[in-house]
Structure formats: C-alpha cells, structure tokens
C-alpha cells in the first residue's frame, strides 16, 4: 500500500523553527518529485514546497522562500520540510504529497496524500 | 502566478441532483487542471487529472472537461457520500495554485 506518513509537527512560538518529516513507503521513492501543501485552519489548500526526484530542484511559494527548506533522502524514503522564522500565518495543517506521474516536478497531479501533521505558531 | 477562480464558493443540492463545479485559469494551462475532493478532517482525495481523466478507483459520476482557461467538474447523480468541498487545481507552472473550493451541501 502506498502510504505516507508525516511528524514533527506541533506548538512553536513565532520566530521558532520546526523540522517536518515524511516517511514514504508502498512505491519506488526516489522515481517521485514530492510537494508539501498546507491548510490553514477553516480555509483552503495552498502549495508550498516542492523537490525533484534528486532533491536537484527545488521551488516554493513566496511567502516562505528563505525561510522554509525542503529536503529528501532518497535512503531513507523521507522527505523533510525544515521550517525557520516561523510566524502566526503558517499556522496549519501540513501535507506531504506525491507527485502521481514519474519523474515529473511540474505537469502532473497530486496523487498520494499524507494524514497531515498540525504547526501551530502561537505565543 | 496563476489565479484559479472556483464558481459557486457553495451548492446546495440533493441526492440524485446533477451539480456542475466550474474553475478558470487566469492564463492558459492547456490541460494542466486537477480536480480533488476533501472531506471535513481528512486529507484531500484526487478524482480527476489532466482535466478530463478518471483516477483509479474514483467512480464514474464524476466527470471533468475543458482546456485552456475554462474547466468544469460534474456530478451527474449526486450521492450521500459526495458531500464534500472540492478544489481545482493548476499544474502548469510554478507557484501551483489552487481554487478557492466549492462546498457541496445538502
């Protein structure tokens, strides 16, 4: 079953840093470009981070570039989200997801999503 | 950036109705248009890909068409379990971006 699992998330206060993980299992890892999209509480889902099958590539959406870092390591089947400088609008639900077509960063879906893992940034 | 404008922001509608989603492009992204379904509490489900294809296992109610800025998602008979808020999406060009959501009620 192909199936992906995230940690790390929970309270942090503004300006702390958290490291999300996501274990992935049930298919050949390293052939997937992975993404990391979020929920805010009560709203809708906005991409935020995206790696090729290398980790060669890497692309973000404006409001976290140099403060968020995606990752992965192809041995371990885990791609990570290393998140700094962390304010009250990242606060929510964040998935990991897998990109549904081989090899492909950009021109395909969303196939596989994790159950999500909560960020609360809160004094 | 791409905008995806979702129309209605909400349906209400009955078991047995046919309800049509509609989602535009700000800019042309050809066929690089996904459709998922999210309930309350869960991750979100993708139903269709590249605008009008099935995914596996996604029963054959739902129907997606369209290309360039104009796409659309159809129920053709709507059940008790498809109340749910779904979300177009853009694959073109990065950022992707999402549409505001339509949330189906009864």
């Known amino acids: 079953e192909v199936q992906l699992v995230e940690s790390g998330g929970g309270l942090v206060q503004p300006g702390g840093s958290l490291r999300l993980s996501c274990s992935a299992s049930g298919f050949t890892f390293s052939n997937y470009a992975m993404y990391w999209v979020r929920q805010a509480p009560g709203k809708g889902l906005e991409y935020v981070s995206a790696?090729?099958?290398?980790?060669?590539?890497?692309y973000y959406t404006d409001s976290v570039k140099g403060r968020f870092t995606i990752s992965r390591d192809n041995s371990k089947n885990t791609v990570y989200l290393q998140m700094s400088g962390l304010r009250g609008e990242d606060t929510a639900v964040y998935y990991c997801?897998?990109?549904?077509?081989?090899?492909?960063?950009?021109?395909?879906?969303?196939?596989?999503w994790g159950q999500g893992t909560t960020v609360t940034v809160s004094s | 950036d791409i905008q995806m404008t979702q129309s209605p922001s909400s349906v209400a509608a009955s078991v047995g109705d046919r309800v049509t989603i509609t989602c535009r492009a700000s800019?042309?992204?050809?066929?690089?248009l996904a459709w998922y379904q999210q309930k309350p509490g869960k991750a979100p489900k993708l139903l269709i890909y590249t605008a009008s294809s099935l995914q596996s296992g996604v029963p054959s109610r739902f129907s997606g068409s369209g290309s360039g800025t104009d796409f659309t998602l159809t129920i053709s008979s709507l059940q008790p379990e498809d109340f749910a808020t779904y979300y177009c999406?853009?694959?073109?060009?990065?950022?992707?971006?999402f549409g505001g959501g339509t949330k189906v009620e009864i």
């Open positions: 997801v897998k990109v549904k077509s081989v090899y492909q960063l950009l021109y395909s879906d969303m196939d596989v």
């Open positions: 999406q853009q694959a073109n060009s990065f950022p992707l971006t």
């Open positions: 800019q042309d992204i050809t066929s690089w």
């Open positions: 790696i090729s099958t290398n980790g060669g590539s890497t």
